[in-house]
């Protein structure tokens, strides 16, 4: 630093040094912020849950008694009117 405080001015070394040691150092913090950034991105807690599976089986098991009640609709409408016949 006492380099900067130079009154003839700092060597065109000297301040080349500092810009290279301050670029590493911001080139390193890009490194860290990216390799964080990526595990960020790969984590997937629910990647293994079967949560979505479970509901798309409950809603089609749903569906399924939906269509079962309105088919014994129809059979029991079918039975009463060949009865009334």
Sequence with gaps: MDELANPTGPRRESINIH??????????IQMAL????KSA??????EKCDYSARIANEICCKKLEYVMSQLDGMKETIDDYHTAV
């Design 34 to 37: 990216r390799d964080e950034i």
């Design 19 to 28: 810009v290279r040691e301050f670029m590493q150092l911001i080139k390193d």
């Design 41 to 46: 991105c790969d984590y997937r807690p629910f």
